[in-house]
């Protein structure tokens, strides 16, 4: 395997975690163990292989449309919520860091390791990683509504080295999804992938150091 000098991360559930859903239908009179359920099942929907083969993530309009059908799950028990969870959840200024990503991110940069970021998203994420300060530590953002073109298909890896200057074979993909990010394997990228943990807890970040 040649060195590895460079590193693609996806966004959500791998360097940033969502606002909490659950919690939403909570402060709007939902029993709390029924937003939670509710909560997982359309979370574990949205992950399926049929809704990603939906390519929501080409345009906003097709990505309000997606999530907003996935939301009604919750509209028998609170009409009109869909919307609400929309701009609570899926404006994704509205993410957090999880705590290694501000650990990590500084960790490889001062090491001479590029960094990119490679998402199925709608909307620019500079905004988001400029609002921690960790924007200077991203070399390239590449985005799925730019390039047309969504996880996994292998042409958004390829474009997301080609940002960052790195060759495939030398750059590692670090994500939290076989479906969308498992397609960096097809693309010649060596790739890491990080099982579920509780927003706000340690992501398990320092795995990637240790292959630096």
């Given at each position: 395997?040649?060195?590895?000098?460079?590193?693609?991360?996806?966004?959500?559930?791998?360097?940033?975690?969502?606002?909490?859903?659950?919690?939403?239908?909570?402060?709007?009179?939902?029993?709390?163990?029924?937003?939670?359920?509710?909560?997982?099942?359309?979370?574990?929907?949205?992950?399926?292989?049929?809704?990603?083969?939906?390519?929501?993530?080409?345009?906003?309009?097709?990505?309000?449309?997606?999530?907003?059908?996935?939301?009604?799950?919750?509209?028998?028990?609170?009409?009109?919520?869909?919307?609400?969870?929309?701009?609570?959840?899926?404006?994704?200024?509205?993410?957090?860091?999880?705590?290694?990503?501000?650990?990590?991110?500084?960790?490889?940069?001062?090491?001479?390791?590029?960094?990119?970021?490679?998402?199925?998203?709608?909307?620019?994420?500079?905004p988001a990683f400029a609002r921690h300060g960790l924007d200077a530590?991203?070399?390239?953002?590449?985005?799925?509504?730019?390039?047309?073109?969504?996880?996994?298909?292998?042409?958004?890896?390829?474009?997301?080295?080609?940002?960052?200057?790195?060759?495939?074979?030398?750059?590692?993909?670090?994500?939290?999804?076989?479906?969308?990010?498992?397609?960096?394997?097809?693309?010649?990228?060596?790739t890491l992938l990080l099982p579920p943990v509780s927003r706000g807890?340690?992501?398990?970040?320092?795995?990637?150091?240790?292959?630096?």
């Amino acid at each position: 395997m040649a060195q590895l000098t460079a590193v693609l991360f996806d966004f959500g559930d791998t360097l940033f975690y969502s606002p909490d859903g659950a919690g939403l239908m909570v402060e709007e009179g939902l029993a709390p163990d029924l937003a939670d359920r509710l909560w997982r099942e359309i979370w574990a929907s949205a992950r399926s292989a049929a809704e990603l083969a939906r390519q929501r993530d080409v345009s906003p309009e097709r990505h309000r449309e997606a999530w907003t059908r996935l939301f009604a799950r919750a509209e028998p028990h609170l009409p009109g919520v869909s919307e609400r969870l929309y701009e609570r959840v899926m404006v994704t200024d509205n993410w957090t860091p999880f705590p290694d990503s501000e650990r990590t991110l500084p960790w490889l940069k001062e090491r001479g390791v590029r960094v990119g970021v490679v998402s199925n998203v709608t909307s620019d994420l500079r905004p988001a990683f400029a609002r921690h300060g960790l924007d200077a530590f991203v070399d390239s953002f590449t985005h799925s509504f730019e390039q047309r073109v969504e996880k996994p298909d292998p042409r958004i890896f390829l474009a997301a080295c080609e940002a960052l200057g790195s060759r495939p074979a030398e750059t590692l993909m670090v994500g939290d999804s076989h479906l969308a990010d498992g397609g960096a394997v097809e693309a010649g990228l060596t790739t890491l992938l990080l099982p579920p943990v509780s927003r706000g807890t340690e992501r398990g970040l320092d795995l990637v150091t240790k292959l630096f």
